[in-house]
T-cell receptor, first 111, second 113 residues
Framework: GQQVMQIPQYQHVQEGEDFTTYCNSS?????IQWYKQRPGGHPVFLIQ?????EVKKQKRLTFQFGEAKKNSSLHITATQTTDVGTYFC???????????FGRGTSLIVHP | KAGVTQTPRYLIKTRGQQVTLSCSPI?????VSWYQQTPGQGLQFLFE???????NKGNFPGRFSGRQFSNSRSEMNVSTLELGDSALYLC????????????FGPGTRLTVT
C-alpha cells in the first residue's frame, strides 16, 4: 500500500527563523496536497501540486514537488507565531484519489 | 460562502452505545468525506459519499456507516461504541467526486467512556 513519510515530526524554531517539512512517498505520485491544522482546529487546504518540479509560492510559504514526483517540501521563510500548527501532506492512495495523510510536522514558534 | 458545518461539536457516549454525527457541506459541494483523527493513528479516511452513494471506503469495521441525503448533507453512524472510537471526526467536502482538495469542517469530538 501507499507509504508516506513526513519529517520531522516536530520542529521548534525561534520567530524569524526558517522552517521546512518534507514528505516522501514510496511510489510516484500524480499529485500532492498540503494542509495546515492549527492547535484545536481542523485541517485547512493550502495547495495542490501536480507537475514534476513544480514550485508554488504563497507569501512566505514555498511548496515544491520533486522531479521524480515522489517527494515534496513546504518551506516557510521568517516564521511568525501565526505559523504555529501541524502541516500535513496528503497523497492519493493507490489508483484512487482518496488521500492518505502524512503524520504531519508540528511547528512550534518561540517568540 | 459558509464553510462546512458539523453537529454536535462535542459528544460523550458510553461503550456499547451508538452515535450519529451530522455534516453540512459547503453550498454546491456534492462530495462529502469523513475522517477519523487520533493522536495514535493520525488522520484516516473513513468513506466518501457523492450523489447519495458511497463511492469509496477506508479500512474501518462495519460498525462505521454513513449516508448522504439529496441536499448533500451527510450523516455518519457508529454502532456499538468502543473506547478506541474516541477521536475527532472530521467531515470534508469537495466540489466534485474525484476532486483532491478537501474542505474540512470543525469536527465532532467524540469521547467514549
Amino acid at each position: 500500500g501507499q507509504q508516506v513519510m513526513q519529517i520531522p515530526q516536530y520542529q521548534h524554531v525561534q520567530e524569524g527563523e526558517d522552517f521546512t517539512t518534507y514528505c516522501n512517498s514510496s511510489t510516484t505520485l500524480s499529485n500532492i496536497q498540503w494542509y495546515k491544522q492549527r492547535p484545536g482546529g481542523h485541517p485547512v487546504f493550502l495547495i495542490q501540486l501536480v507537475k514534476s518540479g513544480e514550485v508554488k509560492k504563497q507569501k512566505r510559504l514555498t511548496f515544491q514537488f520533486g522531479e521524480a514526483k515522489k517527494n515534496s517540501s513546504l518551506h516557510i521563510t521568517a516564521t511568525q507565531t501565526t505559523d504555529v500548527g501541524t502541516y500535513f501532506c496528503a497523497l492519493p492512495s493507490g489508483g484512487s484519489y482518496i488521500p492518505t495523510f502524512g503524520r504531519g510536522t508540528s511547528l512550534i514558534v518561540h517568540p | 460562502k459558509a464553510g462546512v458545518t458539523q453537529t454536535p461539536r462535542y459528544l460523550i457516549k458510553t461503550r456499547g452505545q451508538q452515535v450519529t454525527l451530522s455534516c453540512s457541506p459547503i453550498s454546491g459541494h456534492r462530495s462529502v468525506s469523513w475522517y477519523q483523527q487520533t493522536p495514535g493513528q493520525g488522520l484516516q479516511f473513513l468513506f466518501e459519499y457523492f450523489s447519495e452513494t458511497q463511492r469509496n471506503k477506508g479500512n474501518f469495521p462495519g460498525r462505521f456507516s454513513g449516508r448522504q441525503f439529496s441536499n448533500s448533507r451527510s450523516e455518519m453512524n457508529v454502532s456499538t461504541l468502543e473506547l478506541g472510537d474516541s477521536a475527532l471526526y472530521l467531515c470534508a467536502s469537495s466540489p466534485k467526486h474525484g476532486a483532491y482538495e478537501q474542505y474540512f469542517g470543525p469536527g465532532t469530538r467524540l469521547t467514549v467512556t
